[in-house]
Nanobody, 123 residues
């Protein structure tokens, strides 16, 4: 499975941004998808996850009500709609895929990773 993330950029606090992740290869092996983010000097942290077929979403508390994860299985895409962005949302965002299901919030839960896309939110 190959993952390609895109959509990052420089925005102001309060703005919106939509990240995209294109999956290719053995996508039939994917059961769940996730988004993580990382800032220099800190661990890569879980942001959101979704069942590849749709539904069953999970979010870290800090983004609940602001971020929405979704899938488009026809296009083999996963999206992260980010609204009301805050400076603390700044980081490199990674999409990830796994054949596992359930509560998947650890980096080790995921087998496949995209290259990351940078999101910078200015105050």
């Amino acid at each position: 499975v190959q993952l390609q993330a895109s959509g990052g950029g420089l925005v102001q606090a309060g703005d919106s941004l939509r990240l995209s992740c294109a999956a290719s290869g053995r996508t039939f092996s994917i059961y769940s998808m996730g988004w993580f983010r990382q800032v220099p000097g800190k661990e890569r942290e879980f942001v959101a996850s979704i069942r590849w077929s749709g539904g069953s979403t999970d979010y870290v508390d800090s983004v609940k009500g602001r971020f929405t994860i979704s899938t488009d299985n026809v296009k083999n895409m996963v999206y992260l709609q980010m609204n009301s962005l805050k400076p603390e949302d700044t980081g490199v965002y990674y999409c990830a895929a796994t054949p596992s299901f359930g509560r998947l919030r650890l980096r080790s839960d995921y087998n496949y990773w995209g290259q990351g896309t940078l999101v910078t939110v200015s105050s």
